[in-house]
């Protein structure tokens, strides 16, 4: 068995651990926050949540994300139809 058959397995066992430790950190800054005037808030987390997943996603599966991707034209053709 090579390296590269542990792969996949390796970034799925990453990628569950980073999102366990993330949802841990979350919690803590929540329950920790000093600023009891202003608590924190699930919305608080959205631009870290996207760029968590795109690390997860794009970054973490490179390799499958591009060979996965399907040919297209450079441009496409987004003129409207005349009126009749």
């Known amino acids: 068995m090579n390296?590269?058959?542990?792969?996949?397995?390796?970034?799925e066992?990453?990628?569950?651990?980073?999102?366990r430790r993330y949802r841990e950190?979350?919690?803590?800054?929540v329950?920790?926050?000093p600023n009891t005037e202003q608590p924190l808030a699930p919305?608080?987390?959205i631009a870290s949540d996207r760029e968590l997943l795109l690390l997860l996603g794009a970054r973490?599966?490179?390799?499958?994300?591009?060979?996965?991707a399907?040919?297209?034209?450079q441009y496409q053709d987004v003129t409207?139809?005349?009126w009749p």
Not at 3 to 11: G, I, M
Not at 13 to 19: I, K, N, V
Not at 60 to 68: E, I, P, S, T, V
């Open 70 to 73: 399907p040919t297209t034209a």
């Open 25 to 29: 950190l979350r919690r803590w800054a």
């Open 31 to 33: 329950e920790n926050w």
């Open 3 to 11: 390296a590269h058959s542990n792969e996949p397995q390796a970034r």
């Open 43 to 45: 919305s608080d987390f």
């Open 80 to 82: 409207p139809m005349p």
């Open 13 to 19: 066992r990453f990628a569950d651990e980073l999102t």
């Open 60 to 68: 973490l599966h490179a390799g499958k994300a591009q060979q996965a």
